[in-house]
T-cell receptor, first 112, second 116 residues
Framework: AQTVTQSQPEMSVQEAETVTLSCTYD???????LFWYKQPPSRQMILVIR??????QNATENRFSVNFQKAAKSFSLKISDSQLGDAAMYFC?????????FGKGTRLHILP | NAGVMQNPRHLVRRRGQEARLRCSPM?????VYWYRQLPEEGLKFMVY????????ESGMPKERFSAEFPKEGPSILRIQQVVRGDSAAYFC??????????????FGPGTRLTVT
């Protein structure tokens, strides 16, 4: 069975600095998708970034980028130039077919 | 194009009552997924439906929970005889049948169920 592990329950970063959130996953499949979702206090699930497993190039979306290491089954999220609005729960997620499997989340605090 | 709609946003039920949660997928989306989020936890998959079909209900509790996605109208998640442990946020997501976005699920705002 596939699993997603986020080993950092909470992290803090100074505003304008860079922070990296860790995620590892376990699967025996070769074709799948990985996501990072943001959940602010409103509880809305917002897709931050996605990565197709067959692509070697790391995905980037403005200040958000990933370090995808397929052999190591690692998928970390880097947030550059952190802003107060980035404060939220961040969930790493995996999907092959059908359901998405989520990690337990990392709560990110932004220090002014 | 309106996003995924869920209602009600908040629902309070007494123990033993029934809870009905509704989800209208995005226009053109024929796949619906339900997830449950307990406090301080990630989302856990419950059920995956297409119109008039349950595709995967492996995450659904065997008793008291049911889901449907009729030909017309929203998808419904029904919880009978609710207990305090059912208190959670319930999220619905939808995806199109085909196309480049078919692997992505678009989430609704969730329904927060409180059982008193």
């Amino acid at each position: 069975a596939q699993t997603v592990t986020q080993s950092q329950p909470e992290m803090s970063v100074q505003e304008a600095e860079t922070v990296t959130l860790s995620c590892t996953y376990d699967t025996s499949e070769s074709d799948y998708y990985l996501f990072w979702y943001k959940q602010p206090p409103s509880r809305q699930m917002i897709l931050v970034i996605r990565q197709e497993a067959y692509k070697q190039q790391n995905a980037t979306e403005n200040r958000f980028s990933v370090n995808f290491q397929k052999a190591a089954k690692s998928f970390s999220l880097k947030i550059s130039d952190s802003q107060l609005g980035d404060a939220a729960m961040y969930f790493c997620a995996y999907r092959s077919a059908g359901q998405i499997i989520f990690g337990k989340g990392t709560r990110l605090h932004i220090l002014p | 194009n309106a996003g995924v709609m869920q209602n009600p946003r908040h629902l309070v039920r007494r123990r033993g009552q029934e809870a009905r949660l509704r989800c209208s997928p995005m226009k053109g989306h024929s796949h619906v997924y339900w997830y449950r989020q307990l406090p301080e936890e990630g989302l856990k998959f419950m059920v995956y439906l297409q119109k008039e079909n349950i595709i995967d209900e492996s995450g659904m509790p065997k008793e008291r929970f049911s889901a449907e996605f009729p030909k017309e109208g929203p998808s419904i998640l029904r919880i009978q005889q609710v207990v305090r442990g059912d208190s959670a946020a319930y999220f619905c997501a939808s995806s199109p049948r085909r196309g480049p976005d078919s692997y992505e699920q678009y989430f609704g705002p969730g329904t927060r169920l409180t059982v008193t």
